[in-house]
C-alpha cells in the first residue's frame, strides 16, 4: 500500500505519464510479500537470539543477516509464483537476483535497527538507545514514531554502505 500511495501521489504532483500504477501496484505485491517473510521473522528471531544471551551486536547483527534472508527468500519465491501471473513481476533471472540480493542487505538494515528501540535489553550495549530507544513511560503515538524512523535510519544507514561501496549500475537502485 505504501509503494503504490508513494507512486501515486509521485504521478500527481509531477503529472507524469510515464508511471504505471498497474506495474506498481504489481511490484508493491511483490514487496509485501517479502516483507512478510521478513517482518514474520523478526519478533521470533529477536527473541531467539536474546534468549541465547547473545551480545546486543551479535543480536543486532543476527537480526540483520536473519530478516535480510527472509525477505531475500521471499522475493525469490514471490517472483517465482508471481512472475507467471502477472506481467509487470519478472520471473527469477541473474539480474534481479543481484538486485533482489542489494535490496534485502538494505531491508536487513532496517530490520536490525529495529533492535535499537529495545531500550530494556542491554541499554549499557545499545548504540542505538540515545536515538532510537523506547523507554518506559514513552507515550504509545510518539513510540510508533520512533520505531518508523529506526527502520527509516537502518535502511538509509545500509543502503547508504552499499551506495559507496559498489560501483554505479550494481545494487537494486540504480
Known sequence: AGHCAYY???KMVLGSNDIDMNAEAQTGLLLGSAAVWSGTLWQPLVDALQGANLSFMQVFAGTWIGCGTAFYMGLRVGRTILGGYFEHIEEPTFENNMNDKSLSAAIGGASAAFVGTDA????????LIDVVGIKDGTPDLLGCGIAGSSTALGFVAAQ???NMIYPAGKLWND
Open 8 to 10: 501515486g501521489a509521485k
Open 120 to 127: 530494556a535489553y542491554l541499554p549499557d550495549q545499545n548504540f
Open 160 to 162: 547508504s554502505s552499499l
